[in-house]
């Protein structure tokens, strides 16, 4: 893989803007009454009832108010609804004008598996994939949707995917970071043997109502210490499934980092394996270092994506990772939408670039 820097950008009419894969986007709902037609009667009277209550202290929405409406461009706003609520708006203005060929949908918003009440959890996890295939998937063959879980059920989560399992619409299972306990503990590992099952890997989005604090010392006070804390999330809960050994229990396991930058993995890595060469005789059902089955299970979305001052250092990022386990991602629609033409920090090769921007997408979702 050859990386330079960047060249100077060059007129905005010169550029030919690559053939992607978008890891990545947000479809939401236009209002939240849009839902009640995907739940059964009983489950409607409870939603306009009582809605949801989540696994957190705050009545509604999320601790850190976002700079901008919905944490969205102010161009995303569609005529009617909300940003990403709109079909015929997205495509005009995100998935023919950045040529995405294959767009990886991720639902975070309303968050399922985050409701105390694990029943309703259950039905609006299904209500949200029958509003996924039914107003997105089914319109525009670009787009395939992640099955949204009751994730804190372990045997219903499982149950959604058995269900899903097979379904063209579906390419992933989607989590979100921050759960009740670390996602490595036995509560959840009937979600890695469905999704092991189904031969479809695991995306973890950042966010999400574990009932707990966001950074581990407490509730932080300002907005850029929540965004940075999904980076801590990530590496404790990929911490808790490397050693508690869900990766060698179910070495089909494939998963995907979403919106967690990816700096962080390499320190990750080698201190888990310092530890490690010390400790091993605590966990004598791991095999093998634990950087291996990092190296062997996991891929990152490359938004947001750290940008060190010194370009060269990405450069030992990207070795550490392997080109290969990145797959670029914008985030659309939300305000820190990374454009295809100036989100990576340095030059790549035509493979790389290629692997990058489509190829390990395709790869990773059968889409090849």
Known sequence: MNMELPARPKPES????????????????AKPADILPYLPKRWQEHAMTYGMLPRHGYQSGPAYPKGQPDAARLDSWPPDGRPGSDLSFMQAQHLDANKVELGIMTVI??????????DYSAALAR??????????TSK?????????????????????IDHWAGHEAFVQ?????????????????????????????????AFGYGGYPVTAGGWPSYYIEEMVGH??????????MVIEGVFERYPGTRMVLIEAGLAWLPSL???????????????????????????????????????PEKRKHFHDIV????????????????WDFDDPLWAVPVKLDDAARQALFLDNAKALYGRG
């Open 14 to 29: 010169t550029i030919v803007r690559p053939i992607i894969a978008d890891c990545d986007i947000h479809p939401c709902l």
């Open 109 to 118: 918003a309303p968050a399922a598996g985050a409701a105390q009440n694990l």
């Open 127 to 136: 209500a949200l994939n029958e509003w996924q295939v039914a107003e997105w």
């Open 140 to 160: 525009d063959s670009r787009l395939k949707a992640s099955i949204v879980v009751p994730y804190e059920d372990g045997a219903a989560a499982a149950a959604e």
């Open 173 to 205: 299972v989607l989590l979100l970071s921050r759960t009740a306990e670390p996602l490595g503990q036995r509560r959840y590992w009937p979600i890695y043997e469905a999704a092991q099952r189904a031969k479809l890997p695991i995306g973890v989005h």
């Open 231 to 240: 980076a801590q999330c990530c590496q404790a809960l990929l911490t808790s």
């Open 269 to 307: 890595g080698w201190r888990l394996d310092k530890h490690w060469s010390r400790l091993r005789s605590e966990t004598p059902h791991l095999k093998r270092p634990p950087s291996d089955y990092i190296r062997d299970h996991v891929w990152l979305t490359t938004q947001p994506m750290e940008e």
């Open 319 to 334: 070795e550490w990772i392997g080109i290969d386990r990145l797959l670029f991602a914008t985030d659309y629609p939300h």
